[in-house]
């Protein structure tokens, strides 16, 4: 597989999130223009790959600007050709470094500028943003919500419960349950059932048991039995 050089960009390319950039006025940065601000990450991705995948949603596929389903299909090649760990991937400059010096035109694709309710503040957080929120920037979000929710290389149930935003924002909402273990196991249930307020009701009860009980130490199938006998509770 062809991999390119992961960077990463310093604070002061904040600087970069122009309106220009936003509407789409200024395209894209030159490499000149970006290598001020970027550094090497010691990684690599394979950009190639994950750039086909943006381009076919773009301009092949009949998925409109904006179009929450968008998530659906680029989540799973982010979380597969970005393949990093975990803990590196909390570094927010990765995702500046794509979302801006990279592939900015997919930022304004999934997010466009004019879009409803779009603010300066709420765009320039589609480039810039944390990882603590997953409703920020445009790849990290993205390459989080397929970890917390695929099963190795098997993407199925990512597909799925980002299809339906209102059930995958009842699980990722909550930062103690973006967790891989918790985060398949959620899905998985939220997947199959048709009752919002059941997945709702499931996903605000798991939360409060993990106050009190250590996800981590819990083996999968105490794991998942917890989690059934939660949902169970919730119907």
Known sequence: MSQETLYRLGTDASVLVTEDLMHGDTPRYSEDRLREYRTDTGHTANLTNLGRVLDYVITESDLDPGEEAIDAVVAPAVRKYIDIPLRDAGDPRIWHYLSIGWRPDFV????????????????????????????????????????????????????????????????????????????????????????????????????????????????????REIIGEIYQESK
């Open 108 to 223: 304004r694709y999934r997010w466009p500028r004019t879009g409803p309710n779009r603010t300066k503040k709420s765009m320039t957080e589609k480039f810039l943003g944390s990882t603590q929120d997953l409703y920020t920037n445009a790849f990290s979000r993205l390459w989080f919500m397929a970890e917390f929710t695929r099963d190795g290389e098997d993407y199925s149930e990512t597909e799925a419960i980002l299809k339906t935003t209102y059930k995958s924002e009842r699980i990722f909402d909550r930062m103690d349950l973006r967790r891989p273990r918790t985060g398949r196991v959620l899905s998985r249930i939220a997947n199959r059932e048709s009752d919002n307020e059941i997945v709702e009701r499931t996903a605000k009860a798991v939360s409060h048991q993990w106050s009190v009980t250590s996800e981590e130490h819990l083996t999968d199938q105490q794991l």
